[in-house]
């Protein structure tokens, strides 16, 4: 599996999460329009910014960098941050694990796409 980084696509999905939240999960893809977009987020301590990550299951395209991570955002307990890397390969295994967490804490509806 070869992932792609770099599309300026994947920023705008990510711009756009940051400022209107998310409604729907996983969401769509902007490269491959497929339902299979990811996002994780990781505050560090009580800090505003962190980490993120949002990554497409199907195309393999990815971006990760540091952000203001979002009010709404709480870490998921069982995401082990040792574990995370640029390449998001453990998020996209514990990729449902992901998206029970994002559902808990905002009650959005999600897709059982995996």
């Known amino acids: 599996m070869n992932w792609s980084d770099g599309d300026d696509r ?3 999905s990510l711009k756009d999460i940051l400022i209107n939240g998310i409604r729907q999960y996983p969401l769509m893809c902007p490269i491959c329009k497929k339902n299979s977009l990811n996002v994780y987020f990781l505050r560090r301590g009580t800090k ?3 980490g993120v ?3 497409c299951s199907n195309c393999h395209s990815f971006t990760h960098g540091t952000v203001q991570i979002p009010i709404w955002w709480e870490n998921c307990i069982d995401i ?3 574990k995370l890397t640029a390449l998001p390969l453990y998020q996209e295994k514990e990729r449902e694990r992901i998206g029970e967490h994002i559902k808990h804490i905002l009650g959005c509806e999600i897709e ?3």
Do not use: H, Q
Request: hydrophobic letters at 35%; glycine letters at 6%; aromatic letters at 20%.
């Open 112 to 114: 059982n796409l995996y």
């Open 10 to 12: 994947l920023d705008e």
């Open 80 to 82: 082990e941050e040792e």
């Open 53 to 55: 990550w949002i990554w």
């Open 48 to 50: 505003s910014t962190g």
